[in-house]
Structure formats: C-alpha cells, structure tokens
Nanobody, 120 residues
C-alpha cells in the first residue's frame, strides 16, 4: 500500500504562485509514475501534469509554460510549481501514483486533495 499526502494549497491572487507537495509513504519502491490532477466544482477530474520514473514530464495544454512538475526521489516527494495562476486554476488538486504489480496490471493511489483558490 502507498499513502499520499498533499500540502501547499491555499488562496492566492491571480498572477501569483503556489507550490504543491505530495509525499508518498509505504510500499513506494515500485512506483513508476506520479501526477497531479484537479477537479473544479461541477467538472470532471482532469490530468494537470505527469512525471515518470525516468523524469519524463507531460502537461495539459492549459498549464504549459506556467506549471512545472518535479520530484525528489530521496524524499519520495513530487512537487507542482504553479506560476501565473488564473481564476480557472481554482480546483481541488489531487496527487496520484501508479504502481505496477504485474504484467499489464497496476495499482493507482490518490491523495486526499488540497484546495487551490485563485482570486481576482
């Protein structure tokens, strides 16, 4: 089992910055990808940024150039640096981890979520 704990959310003015952190604990050795998703009220959860075990990153188009996902392997922590925040970035942000457990089979873990609110 893997436990994910997020931190760093809060209230920020448009144009400001926040950094989210997600620390994994438990059976973390085989995690091969981590990501940040977000869910705004009345909307589906969407992938924001993704990082694999080899450091490859991907971003949804709306955050490219503004958000950066990174990781500290020693600390089992993934970060999301969010700059130039916009009102539409307001959402609950969830950390996610993927852990292969067999050929073509993976377990998926989610954090409890952290609220990010961008004000005008």
């Amino acid at each position: 089992q893997v436990q994910l704990v997020e931190s760093g959310g809060g209230l920020v003015q448009a144009g400001g910055s926040l950094r989210l952190s997600c620390t994994a604990s438990g059976d973390t050795f085989s995690i091969n990808a981590m990501a940040w998703h977000r869910q705004a009220p009345g909307q589906q959860r969407e992938l924001v940024a993704h990082i694999t075990s080899d450091g490859t990153t991907t971003y949804t188009d709306s955050v490219k150039g503004r958000f950066t996902i990174s990781r500290d392997i020693a600390k089992n922590t993934v970060y999301l640096q969010m700059n130039s925040l916009k009102l539409e970035d307001t959402a609950v942000y969830y950390c996610y981890a993927r852990q292969p457990v067999g050929t073509g089979i993976s377990r998926y873990y989610w954090g409890q979520g952290t609220q990010v609110t961008v004000s005008s």
